[in-house]
């Protein structure tokens, strides 16, 4: 590596310890084609056509490229000539673009996702050829996955609030059926979910400047703000009723957690703005829920950063990541790590939050547990 690199274009975990920026991040995840400037289009354009006839040549020779580096068999000039321009376009847009707030954060996660894509995730396709045969998407998925590698791949970039999506080549564990995910099995001894009990409402209470119940959420807005007797199902059915309409009317809610207060502080002239550093144009209607939203997930994926930090070098990794926990691949020599684990994950940034944990021997049958 050059001694004094310190911009790239694209995020690498061999640069992970280097003080490097990374332009890809400038521009929320654009292609370098999407942010060519003009006047380094027509040579850019032109460089990478030369630099892919090599390639596609160097293919249809059927050179094994498991034994031969790609870089070696490209003529030099049309490398050297192809990577000129593109550190040309890498400066421009960092010298054309403002740096992200949230730029630190970005690159603490873009290394989370990338350890979670390097992962193969243990499927057991031979213990449920009845779910295969008879659930047209088990069976779907068995054709996809079956013969290659599993792995969880993210897109950083997916959403407008910044809730991670999967690639279109990425093994489906956000949307996997419930009844479909027994056969995800841990690499190690068992999983273990950390989940923020009521996320986005205690993301609220944070936001509105209320201390954080160690009750379950729904039980607690029963006893506080109702103050009526009801089901913990009406409450929370109550509770989302009005959270996100707007026209919804609930005195008692609105007296307690006051939206307008919170969006008087984090919406102004058509912008959300977190305390994460992400600022999300939107109109009035979606406001309050890209605000809670974005800030919830970033909160969640706050806590699976430094998570991943603590068990660098340890057998125990992060499996994946959905919207509001984190599933570890745990392996039982790391017992000792668990009450610090735990401590990391309910710390936020937004206060101490509940936490729900649950451990079992496959994704589908994770069983509540304490210590």
């Not at 909160?299 to 603590?310: E, G, P, V």
């Not at 936020?348 to 944990?357: D, E, H």
Request: net charge neutral; glycine share 2%.
């Amino acid at each position: 590596m050059p001694r004094n690199l310190d911009l790239t274009w694209s995020w690498s975990e061999h640069l992970e310890d280097y003080n490097v920026d990374f332009a890809e991040l400038w521009v929320s995840g654009k292609s370098i084609g999407e942010v060519t400037p003009d006047h380094l289009r027509d040579r850019y354009n032109f460089a990478e056509r030369r630099l892919q006839a090599h390639v596609k040549a160097i293919v249809q020779s059927q050179i094994n490229l498991d034994d031969n580096c790609i870089y070696d068999l490209v003529p030099r000039h049309v490398l050297r000539q192809f990577y000129h321009v593109k550190n040309e376009i890498t400066e421009w847009v960092v010298a054309n673009n403002p740096k992200p707030k949230n730029y630190s954060f970005l690159v603490e996660t873009q290394a989370t996702i990338n350890q979670i894509a390097q992962q193969e995730l243990q499927i057991d396709w031979d213990n449920h050829n009845l779910l295969f045969l008879q659930d047209p998407k088990a069976k779907s998925l068995y054709k996809r996955f079956a013969n290659k590698k599993s792995n969880v791949i993210y897109n950083l970039f997916g959403t407008i609030t910044g809730r991670l999506t999967t690639t279109p080549e990425s093994f489906p564990i956000m949307n996997l059926k419930t009844e479909h995910r027994k056969i995800v099995l841990p690499q190690n001894d068992l999983f273990i979910e950390l989940d923020f009990n009521a996320a986005e409402i205690r993301t609220l209470l944070a936001l509105a400047g209320i201390e954080q119940p160690q009750d379950d959420i729904h039980k607690f807005n029963i006893e506080q703000v109702f103050k009526t007797p009801m089901s913990r199902d009406n409450a929370k059915r109550r509770f989302f009723a009005w959270l996100y309409n707007p026209d919804s009317k609930d005195e008692e809610l609105k007296n307690y957690y006051n939206k307008e207060k919170i969006l008087d502080k984090y919406y102004k002239n058509g912008y959300i703005k977190t305390i994460f550093g992400r600022q999300i144009e939107c109109d009035a209607f979606h406001s309050l829920n890209y605000l809670l939203q974005s800030t919830s997930s970033d909160n969640c994926m706050d806590r699976a950063n430094k998570i991943r930090k603590m068990l660098s070098g340890r057998k125990s990794t992060i499996a994946f990541c959905l919207h509001d926990c984190v599933v570890l691949d745990f392996s039982n020599q790391d017992a000792h790590l668990l009450p610090k684990i735990k401590q990391v994950f309910e710390q936020t940034r937004l206060g101490k939050f509940k936490i729900n944990l649950k451990a079992g021997k496959t994704y589908g049958l994770l069983e509540d547990f304490s210590w």
